[in-house]
């Protein structure tokens, strides 16, 4: 029956939440790190060899992260008191920078082409759309002067 594969479609659009548009988020930061696990990366900016993102659900003390490894994707949430500044444990503790960021509204179109590295995935979810940005640096570079 086709009216009930339209129906079971419906329901799903209307069941996805986007965290971005709907304000369920009230912070981002973008996390850099010196992590050297492949060989390649040795290649980059010390410091500035791997980025993702760190979002701070609204009004709460959970944090998600996502992270892009090269091998597989890394999605985690930490459940803190609101209090609890979280961006400063993992700053120590992990020994990264971070930068604060507002998510923008990505243009209506395709993003440029590139290859799926750290760099683009974080691109992506802040809503930056150049084609000049490629390394971890570029990136910290392009979202201090904003």
């Given at each position: 029956?086709?009216?009930?594969?339209?129906?079971?479609?419906?329901?799903?659009?209307?069941?996805?939440?986007?965290?971005?548009?709907?304000?369920?988020?009230?912070?981002?930061?973008?996390?850099?790190?010196?992590?050297?696990?492949?060989?390649?990366?040795?290649?980059?900016?010390?410091?500035?060899?791997?980025?993702?993102?760190?979002?701070?659900?609204?009004?709460?003390?959970?944090?998600?992260?996502?992270?892009?490894?090269?091998?597989?994707?890394?999605?985690?949430?930490?459940?803190?008191?609101?209090?609890?500044?979280?961006?400063?444990?993992?700053?120590?503790?992990?020994?990264?920078?971070?930068?604060?960021?507002?998510?923008?509204?990505?243009?209506?179109?395709?993003?440029?082409?590139?290859?799926?590295?750290?760099?683009?995935?974080?691109?992506?979810?802040?809503?930056?759309?150049?084609?000049?940005?490629?390394?971890?640096?570029?990136?910290?570079?392009?979202i201090s002067k904003l």
């Amino acid at each position: 029956m086709p009216w009930k594969s339209a129906l079971r479609k419906r329901e799903f659009s209307e069941m996805r939440l986007d965290i971005f548009a709907a304000g369920v988020y009230s912070e981002c930061y973008v996390v850099f790190a010196d992590n050297t696990s492949l060989w390649w990366l040795k290649l980059l900016k010390p410091g500035f060899r791997h980025c993702y993102v760190i979002l701070r659900l609204y009004k709460t003390g959970r944090w998600l992260e996502l992270n892009p490894l090269s091998n597989q994707f890394l999605a985690a949430i930490y459940d803190y008191p609101p209090d609890f500044d979280f961006p400063g444990y993992i700053r120590t503790r992990r020994n990264v920078r971070l930068c604060r960021v507002e998510i923008a509204a990505a243009p209506p179109k395709c993003a440029p082409l590139s290859f799926f590295t750290c760099v683009e995935f974080v691109k992506r979810v802040i809503g930056l759309h150049n084609c000049f940005i490629h390394t971890p640096w570029q990136l910290y570079q392009k979202i201090s002067k904003l």
